[in-house]
């Protein structure tokens, strides 16, 4: 009989010790183990069960003081366990059990697998348990002793324990031996063997920390490395605790699923988010590694040190160090800005919690497939949105106090929501339960709407859908609102559907959301928002960027103009800030991309171009000397709006000049912030010769982000001769199965591709399938085909996904399809309004 997909290995066994030998053959893709497993029982038991995928047991028995104790064993396919039957009922108290078992590399990128030239595991959320039997659910944190057999000679071997032993055996190969760990639940285990080298070894107040890639790379290790150096102190002094696992290895995989794993003392990567070139690498790379970095060593204490119970709090661990990485990276870096960076993710996850199918950020996992489905835009960018809210409710200092109260108490174990709240509460001496669960166990999040009546301001509150026809929902939120009137700033604890605020006097303006800090979005009455918007100087960026988001949410949701929209766009001509011009060129490029008619697409480019020409003549293509970084990066907006977006042809013949005379090597033929933009216009116009040259750069580059630039410029070709060859190379092994539905979502995204790479994923399903054999890259599949955009492929995507059942992705299915008839719906709605509104400009 099954235990059933859903079964949790009973509490009463726990285990204390995994004394583990692991012998990799990486030629041959198996692997051989045995471990002695110290356990704990609270009650006498006759069975014991493990977590085991795809492990063929050879031994498995019991000592118990000095009597050895047989067991048969038996698999369960559901449970993915497998069931010890002793002879007799082990007694309560210390068992040590016996077990010996073989089994094989993982063909997707999980579990242990080959990437490139190296054997690496990943193990979240749940397949230690296809290399290990062990107890695989975070509640079971153990201590690990790892030895590993056979690595040979000129290999590294790296896991979470520092190696203590390292000797030749008489057979040939060496036996490595890894000091043991502090508790650790299973998912946070690590090994990486291969060919590696790292940069030199520094330290971090006491411990070491290195930086690993292919020999080949390690010259791009040095940027990682000196960000590990740098954040590690400052989250020591955050935590009010030192770093637990006595030294940092930092690993670039060459075929990785995630970004990273925060696997204690031994993280993982891919290499994108690790290694650069700071020569070339553009700042928006930069922050993005200081960012991944940051995140993953803030796991080292959110996560590892104090880990959740169950899945279900998975948010605890992301959210934390969602918000963790912007924090400690904008006190490294202040004049980076990140925290606009942050607004831009916590857009995506506005965007995605406006679904009916999204779903709260804690939310009920029943099993590990379960689990994988939550590592996403809620969990994440909401969840770290809410701390941040949170906090400013709080106050900093409170905040932080209420975190290292957290952390002390619960070290080395586990702890659940409820148990932060606790010590924030107690740290702050305010209630802060009811407002925390709101946030976090109910889906979704309120439209705030701010009206004007006789003098006083009139605030609403209702929970927000981008679909029009949703049913309104009596859903309400204790939301903790900052308003700013006349540059003032008002603290309001919004408790009911409906409340009044007096403003205090007459008023020029008020806006909704100061700091753009809360997350909720915010509509005004047409009178306000006027006055909102002859204030924009006055507000700050992120304020400013955050009216254009909330605005548009509300065109999609049928709740405002699309004219008015247009209108507030050209109102930002003169806007300075980049991250503000991302946005407006964000939105821009939608509705080129989604929404306009093919009659009406010249007349939108002639509007992009003149709102965005006159900054275009002022900054050009090339950098003056000593030149802000916030002036290039303004370049690279206003340029991408122009080459890409209104696709102006003289802006498209300077990009791919830069492009020629960059790929030539000529020294700074272009400043690194507009590679992005200048490898994309280039790929449009590519011909044959062209896209021989850029599949060769894909190949030969040794710089991850312009490896990938130059990949995904192959699926941006729009010459009909080119685009089978383009849409052929999905299922090369050229493209590497990190890069798989990335490579796939640019041919969606590319009108020129679009059904060329549609129909072959329908034909060619099997073979899709299987390179994209990992449950995220599977997720990542789904998602991309959000990209298409008529009627019809809604209907085909409709059809297809009905009749292949995805279990492992059916959120991503239900959530790709809301989303896809919603952005089908919209451009039907807005295509006549569109055409219209350009008309008049
Ligand atoms: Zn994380």
Redesign the pocket.
């Known amino acids: 009989m099954s235990l059933g997909k859903n079964f949790r290995l009973p509490l009463d066994c726990r285990p204390v010790r995994y004394s583990a030998h692991l012998a990799p053959d990486v030629a041959k893709g198996a692997f051989e183990g045995r471990m002695e497993l110290e356990v704990r029982l609270d009650a006498p038991r006759r069975e014991i069960h493990l977590h085991a995928v795809g492990l063929t047991v050879a031994r498995a028995r019991a000592r118990v003081q000095d009597r050895a104790l047989k067991a048969t064993f038996s698999a369960d396919a559901e449970s993915e366990t497998v069931t010890l039957r002793f002879e007799e009922e082990l007694p309560r108290g210390g068992v040590i059990l016996d077990l010996a078992w073989s089994g094989k590399f993982s063909p997707g990128l999980r579990g242990l697998y080959r990437a490139g030239p190296l054997a690496v595991t990943q193990f979240e959320a749940a397949d230690a348990r296809r290399v290990f039997p062990c107890f695989d659910e975070p509640a079971f944190k153990a201590r690990w002793v790892l030895t590993v057999v056979g690595i040979p000679d000129g290999v590294v071997a790296l896991s979470n324990g520092v190696p203590i032993k390292d000797q030749k055996e008489p057979d040939g190969g060496r036996t490595v031996q890894f000091a043991e760990t502090p508790p650790l639940s299973s998912y946070l285990i690590a090994l990486c063997i291969g060919d590696l080298a790292s940069s030199p070894e520094q330290k971090a107040r006491a411990y070491p920390v290195r930086t690993w890639a292919v020999p080949q790379k390690r010259e791009l290790t040095a940027f990682g490395q000196e960000v590990a150096l740098a954040v590690l102190p400052l989250l020591e002094d955050y935590f009010g605790q030192p770093y637990a696992y006595g030294k940092v290895d930092q690993v670039g995989v060459p075929d990785f699923e995630a970004g990273?794993m925060?696997n204690a003392a031994c993280i993982t990567y891919r290499e994108v988010a690790l290694l650069l070139d700071p020569k070339t690498a553009p700042l928006n790379v930069q922050k993005r590694v200081a960012e991944v970095i940051t995140?993953?060593l803030s796991?080292q204490w959110f996560?590892n040190l104090v880990t959740m119970v169950w899945w279900d709090d998975l948010w605890l661990?992301?959210a934390f160090?969602?918000w963790m990485a912007y924090k400690i990276v904008d006190q490294w870096r202040p004049q980076w800005r990140v925290w606009m960076d942050f607004e831009v993710g916590k857009g995506a996850a506005l965007h995605l919690d406006a679904l009916k199918s999204s779903h709260p950020i804690r939310a009920e996992i029943h099993n590990a497939e379960e689990a994988g489905e939550s590592f996403d835009a809620i969990t994440?960018e909401k969840g770290g949105a809410i701390l941040r809210m949170i906090e400013g409710y709080l106050g900093q200092e409170k905040f932080r106090e209420g975190i290292r109260l957290y952390m002390r108490r619960h070290k080395e174990a586990n702890a659940t929501a409820d148990d932060l709240w606790a010590a924030l509460a107690e740290s702050s001496g305010q209630p802060i339960l009811e407002l925390a669960n709101g946030w976090i166990r109910q889906t979704g999040y309120p439209l705030v709407s701010i009206s004007e009546e006789g003098g006083k301001l009139r605030i609403r509150q209702r929970r927000f859908f981008s679909d029009p026809e949703a049913a309104p929902e009596p859903t309400l939120w204790l939301a903790p609102l900052l308003l700013r009137i006349d540059g003032r700033e008002r603290r309001v604890l919004l408790r009911s559907a409906e409340e009044t605020v007096d403003p205090g006097g007459s008023f020029g303006w008020v806006l909704g959301n100061a700091g753009a800090s809360g997350f909720y979005r915010t509509a005004y009455d047409d009178e306000l928002l006027h006055r909102l918007i002859r204030a924009l100087p006055e507000l700050r960026p992120e304020e400013r960027m955050a009216l254009v988001s909330d605005q548009w949410a509300l065109v999609r949701a049928n709740a405002a103009k699309l004219e008015g929209f247009v209108d507030l766009l050209a109102a930002l001509e003169t806007e300075e800030d980049h991250s503000v011009l991302d946005e407006v060129v964000g939105r821009l490029s939608y509705l080129e991309h989604r929404v306009v008619s093919e009659a009406s697409r010249g007349a939108l480019h002639s509007f992009v171009g003149r709102l965005f020409q006159r900054a275009a003549t002022d900054l050009g293509w090339d950098p003056r000397a000593g030149e802000s970084d916030e002036r290039r990066l303004r370049r690279s907006a206003v340029q991408r709006a122009l080459a890409l977006v209104a696709r102006d042809p003289a802006a498209v013949a300077d990009a791919t000049a830069r492009y020629q005379r960059h790929v030539a090597r000529h020294p700074h033929a272009v400043d690194p912030n507009l590679l992005d933009v200048v490898v994309a216009a280039a790929a449009r116009t590519a011909d044959e010769k062209r896209f021989d040259e850029l599949r060769e750069l894909a190949r030969t580059e040794l710089d991850p982000a312009a490896k990938r630039r130059y990949l995904h410029a192959l699926a941006m070709v729009e010459d009909p001769k080119l685009v089978p060859r383009s849409v052929d190379l999905a299922l090369d092994a050229f493209v590497q199965m990190q890069d798989f539905a990335s490579y796939l979502g640019t041919l969606l995204a590319n009108r020129a591709a679009r059904e060329t790479a549609w129909r072959l994923i329908r034909l060619r399903w099997e073979d899709v399938r299987k390179k994209g054999d990992s449950p995220m890259i599977l997720r990542r599949l789904v998602e991309a085909l959000g990209n298409l955009t008529e009627r019809r492929h809604l209907e085909e995507v409709e059809k297809f996904l009905a009749s292949h059942e995805l279990t492992a992705a059916r959120q991503a299915v239900a959530q790709t399809l809301e989303r896809l008839r919603a952005d089908v719906a919209l451009r039907e709605r807005l295509q006549p309004e569109l055409d219209a509104a350009l008309q008049k400009k």
Do not use: L, R
Request: overall charge negative; glycine content about 10%.
């Open positions: 990273a925060e995140h993953e796991h996560g661990n992301e160090a969602t994440y």
